[in-house]
């Protein structure tokens, strides 16, 4: 996976689930002005196509790789055939589901209560608990995608 690359526009149909093996991919909605949020990020604790096993077939959001590595990329049809025949594996993504849930629920109360810094700050850190190593790349875009401009991002994030 190379930084920038969209693994799905938003509605799409989802033809693959995509299981990082490291790097992030992020789900972001763009606003009517223009703007984008991130409304989830993905690591190598779960997978794109989270709708598959919540009974849909559209994305939910435009998912783009934030932080560059690997992923394994599963036909429906194959997830399907190993949901049906094995129970480990729907158990398996059904604990993914409820913890992304929960994740979700707790970055909607972080996003409210915290501020910009901190967001940032939790944002790298759940990426380098995603990648393997201690260094990646990332650029001031990807951390502030709606269009900031540059003296809105001043401060030093090091």
Not at 19 to 35: A, K, L, N, T
Not at 36 to 44: D, F, L, N, P, Y
Request: proline share 3%; hydrophobic share 40%; net charge negative.
């Amino acid at each position: 996976m190379k930084p920038g690359q969209v693994i799905l526009e938003d509605g799409d149909p989802v033809t693959h689930a995509v299981f990082p093996h490291d790097g992030v991919i992020s789900v972001i909605s763009q606003m009517e002005s223009g703007h984008t949020v991130e409304k989830a990020s993905i690591g190598r604790e779960g997978f794109v196509g989270f709708s598959l096993v919540m009974g849909g077939g559209e994305a939910f959001g435009r998912s783009v790789v934030q932080v560059g590595g690997s992923a394994s990329w599963v036909s429906i049809d194959d997830l399907d055939v190993a949901l049906a025949r094995f129970i480990c594996v729907r158990q398996f993504m059904l604990r993914y589901a409820k913890a992304h849930i929960v994740q979700l629920m707790e970055t909607v109360a972080c996003n409210s209560l915290h501020s910009a810094e901190q967001r940032v700050v939790r944002w790298l850190l759940h990426a380098h608990d995603r990648i393997k190593g201690d260094a990646f790349y990332i650029t001031q875009e990807t951390l502030f995608p709606s269009r900031l401009a540059p003296r809105d991002c001043e401060r030093d994030l090091s």
